[in-house]
């Protein structure tokens, strides 16, 4: 029985560790030569209502190359001057 239960609290404790590990990739920060810019992935699922498609377009969502002319452009700027979100230099940009 002690056998099983510490099997037990390694497992738990793996699966919890993978959960962190998860969360932890859910802030991207993408540096830039006027100050990185770090992007929260779950704040925005948020602002979309849980839907991928307006980052991610249809079918299965997998990463974006974000350059500088996307993310002052459609990937980015573009969306936040729509929705109100952050379009001055220093709001997204941090030194």
């Given at each position: 029985m002690k056998k099983f239960v510490v099997i037990a609290l390694v497992v738990l404790f793996a699966a919890a560790t993978g959960i962190a590990a998860q969360k932890a990739q859910d802030i991207y920060t993408?540096?830039?030569?006027?100050?990185?810019?770090?992007?929260d992935h779950?704040?925005?699922?948020?602002?979309?209502?849980?839907?991928?498609?307006?980052?991610?377009?249809?079918?299965?969502?997998?990463?974006?190359?974000?350059?500088?002319?996307?993310?002052?452009?459609?990937?980015?700027k573009d969306c936040h001057d729509q929705k109100g979100g952050p379009t001055r230099c220093g709001e997204c940009h941090i030194r």
């Open positions: 993408y540096e830039a030569r006027n100050g990185n810019v770090t992007f779950v704040k925005h699922i948020e602002y979309e209502d849980g839907t991928c498609v307006a980052c991610h377009g249809e079918g299965e969502p997998g990463a974006i190359a974000i350059d500088r002319d996307s993310a002052h452009g459609a990937s980015c």
